[in-house]
């Protein structure tokens, strides 16, 4: 990819390990600056060379974050070993110059100034390989900070490095800085991340700021589940920030109120791009949200609630009686409900399947905001069977001129007791010593609630 001679400056945040890391842990920031030391870094902007500005800025930098706590600094760059020939690029000059430390900030500054600029510019290389400076750590909030004022000449793009890392979920969001910037050639960096334009020396000084500031600065977020009313009075679901374009899980939090009835503030990073998941039943999406650095951010989701209970006309005669929950008309199961428990949904309509025998069928079940919708099914009764000999056979409901079949008759047995629901049925059974079909016998037998009836065969 071919750009304009530039001067653009990459941030990207990268996750090194598990990403949902207890809250209460100190979380170490580390910074590793990526300096363009190509030959095109002699050129003059505004009151000096560029090299000479940028160098004096991450001096100046390193030097107000000496001493902060939980933030370590490394220094890499590219372009600043060999010279250029003619027809000879050197596309793999890129060297770590100093790693993490937490005491390291001199000898950052001294390499600083050593730096001359050489050699090619090889960014999306550079950047491929800064990604394998940071040590392994559990709890560690890696940032890159990626310094250059060329195009890249070794036929790399980094646009699709940058994309690639953060499908793997190594790199976060990226920030672009660009110096004096055609539109079309801001335009070309869409692909790689959020951009700013800085046209002088100040205002690359404050973008640095404001770059340096979202890497340290504490963030805070409130999630509003929104009721009917547009009221923030939905809680107590877990809810899942997703990174938006690697899909690994960043962090897991259940919902809370606070004392004075608001949404509970939690912490996140504000370096990415997050897709929200509210697991209520249906759960409820919220991609691609921005978290704005150092500030309190509002995310609000629409998730009104209802409740839906379940009850026996009567004495319950099922063991475990539950019901098949679904989305009205829809055939996606959404959860399997006890029948002794209260569940919570978003409001609208659903279909039940009972499991009952025969199973009981309830639609367009209206679930209301803040209200207990209750559904209310007959009390079954018991169906005692006994033949003289163990056989074959099946219980069918008489729906009209239809039989339904309900269920198998045990062939290992001579007697059992059937649960079944209210309504007329029919048994169709053949003796095990029967060995012709004509033998078959036919019994119909009628069941009423809370009641037991006996059928011979």
């Not at 978290?291 to 319950?316: C, R, V, W």
Request: net charge negative.
């Amino acid at each position: 990819m071919h750009f304009n001679k530039i001067f653009f400056l990459f941030l990207f945040s990268l996750v090194i390990g598990s990403s949902t890391i207890a809250q209460n842990e100190p979380q170490k920031t580390r910074i590793l600056f990526v300096l363009d030391g190509s030959q095109s870094m002699y050129a003059r902007w505004e009151k000096g060379q560029k090299m000479q500005i940028a160098t004096r800025l991450l001096r100046k930098l390193v030097d107000s974050l000496e001493g902060t706590k939980n933030v370590e600094l490394a220094l890499r760059a590219y372009g600043h070993q060999n010279s250029v020939t003619p027809g000879d690029r050197n596309c793999k000059d890129t060297k770590l110059e100093v790693p993490f430390s937490p005491t390291n900030h001199s000898k950052i500054k001294d390499k600083l100034r050593e730096i001359k600029p050489r050699g090619t510019t090889l960014i999306a290389y550079s950047l491929e390989q800064a990604a394998n400076d940071f040590p392994d750590c559990s709890n560690c909030r890696n940032v890159i900070i990626l310094i250059t004022d060329g195009i890249e000449e070794c036929d790399g793009d980094p646009c699709a490095v940058s994309l690639a890392l953060q499908r793997k979920g190594v790199i976060l969001k990226p920030f672009v800085i660009g110096l004096g910037l055609e539109p079309d050639v801001m335009d070309a960096f869409k692909c790689v991340g959020s951009f700013y334009d800085a046209r002088s020396e100040e205002t690359f000084a404050e973008v640095l700021g404001i770059v340096i500031s979202q890497a340290l600065n504490n963030t805070t977020t409130q999630v509003n589940l929104l009721d009917e009313l547009n009221k923030p009075t939905e809680t107590n679901v877990p809810m899942t920030f997703y990174d938006h374009f690697s899909s690994q899980v960043r962090y897991n939090f259940v919902h809370t109120i606070d004392a004075r009835g608001n949404p509970d503030t939690i912490p996140i990073d504000p370096l990415g791009s997050y897709d929200l998941v509210v697991h209520t039943i249906p759960p409820v999406k919220k991609d691609n949200i921005e978290i704005t650095a150092g500030k309190h951010n509002i995310i609000a989701l629409d998730a009104p609630q209802g409740d839906l209970e379940l009850k026996m006309n009567g004495f319950n005669e099922y063991k475990d009686l539950k019901a098949i929950v679904r989305k009205a008309g829809e055939n996606e199961i959404l959860v399997i409900q006890n029948f002794s428990d209260l569940q919570r949904y978003i409001t609208g309509k659903y279909d039940l399947e009972i499991l009952t025998l025969p199973r009981t069928i309830v639609k367009d079940v209206n679930i209301a905001q803040s209200r207990t919708t209750k559904v209310e099914i007959p009390q079954a009764g018991i169906a005692n069977i006994g033949s003289s000999s163990k056989g074959y056979g099946s219980i069918f409901k008489e729906e009209g001129d239809e039989l339904v079949w309900v269920c198998n008759l045990s062939d290992i047995s001579t007697r059992e007791s059937i649960v079944l629901q209210p309504g007329n049925y029919k048994v169709v059974f053949r003796s095990i010593n029967a060995r012709l079909s004509i033998y078959t016998k036919e019994e119909s037998f009628t069941i009423t609630s809370g009641q037991s009836t006996q059928v011979k065969l």
